[in-house]
């Protein structure tokens, strides 16, 4: 078996660059191997939103579904690499030239050399997709798009960004590492946690070349 696996997440630990007043990420020992006690217990606390995560239509929409009702399909299978080059927007422009047959599509840009330094100061500038850029992918019948940064949509682009590809049930995956990885075809497995009532998950997202 030659096939290449490619780990697209990002390490999650305190010091990870995080949204702006976003609660980020903290870990507590609940119990230490220590004497009489045999085992390490941890407990964490995160925004769902942190690091490598998935978003359901619940974050924008207040009737949409939750994580734990989130179609695996979606999550799993043939997916598009597209390299964006120095981009500073995913516009329109941008999206008319993905293949018309793909379903799962991860937009690699140069915010991915940002993830040199996992715990670099937040970009504002990073690059994200624009409402009518996302409008014209809520239309191509997609299960999934990625971003390599914190958000789908840019710093100050309108939340339309969301809703426009929420809407049209499209899954969203944010915080991906796109550094090793070239354009082309790939089979994406992206698993996030089955959180009920909850409009987002971390997850583990890799890329297998064959």
Same mark, same amino acid.
């Given at each position: 078996?030659?096939? =290449?696996?490619?780990? $697209?997440?990002?390490k999650?630990?305190s010091?990870?660059? =995080?949204?702006?007043?976003?609660?980020?990420?903290?870990?507590?020992?609940?119990?230490?191997?220590?004497?009489? $006690?045999?085992?390490?217990?941890?407990?964490?606390?995160?925004?769902?939103?942190?690091?490598?995560?998935?978003?359901?239509?619940?974050?924008?929409?207040?009737?949409?579904?939750?994580?734990?009702?989130?179609?695996?399909?979606?999550?799993?299978?043939?997916?598009?690499?597209?390299? !964006?080059g120095?981009?500073?927007? $995913?516009?329109?422009e941008?999206?008319q030239?993905?293949? =018309?047959?793909?379903?799962?599509?991860?937009? =690699?840009?140069?915010?991915?050399?940002?993830?040199?330094?996992?715990?670099h100061?937040?970009?504002?500038?990073?690059?994200?997709?624009?409402?009518?850029?996302?409008?014209?992918?809520?239309k191509?019948?997609?299960?999934?798009?990625?971003?390599?940064?914190?958000?789908?949509?840019?710093?100050?682009?309108?939340?339309?960004?969301?809703?426009?590809?929420?809407?049209?049930?499209?899954?969203?995956?944010?915080?991906?590492?796109?550094?090793?990885?070239?354009?082309?075809?790939?089979?994406?497995y !992206?698993?996030?946690?089955k959180?009920?009532?909850?409009?987002?998950?971390? !997850?583990?997202? $890799?890329?297998?070349k064959?």
């Amino acid at each position: 078996m030659n096939d =290449k696996i490619i780990d $697209i997440s990002v390490k999650v630990t305190s010091s990870l660059v =995080k949204w702006p007043d976003s609660f980020g990420f903290a870990t507590e020992p609940m119990l230490e191997i220590a004497g009489e $006690i045999e085992a390490n217990v941890t407990k964490i606390e995160m925004d769902v939103h942190f690091g490598t995560h998935v978003d359901a239509p619940l974050h924008f929409l207040a009737e949409g579904d939750d994580m734990s009702t989130m179609p695996l399909r979606k999550l799993v299978g043939k997916c598009y690499v597209m390299d !964006c080059g120095e981009a500073s927007v $995913i516009s329109a422009e941008v999206v008319q030239h993905l293949p =018309k047959n793909a379903q799962k599509i991860l937009f =690699k840009t140069k915010n991915s050399q940002l993830w040199e330094d996992p715990s670099h100061v937040f970009k504002e500038d990073f690059v994200g997709i624009d409402a009518l850029g996302a409008a014209m992918l809520a239309k191509m019948n997609l299960d999934l798009v990625g971003v390599d940064y914190l958000s789908i949509q840019g710093y100050k682009e309108h939340n339309d960004t969301h809703r426009n590809l929420l809407e049209a049930n499209v899954v969203l995956l944010e915080g991906i590492d796109l550094r090793e990885v070239d354009k082309g075809w790939y089979d994406l497995y !992206c698993l996030p946690i089955k959180l009920q009532h909850i409009e987002a998950a971390p !997850c583990r997202a $890799i890329l297998i070349k064959k």
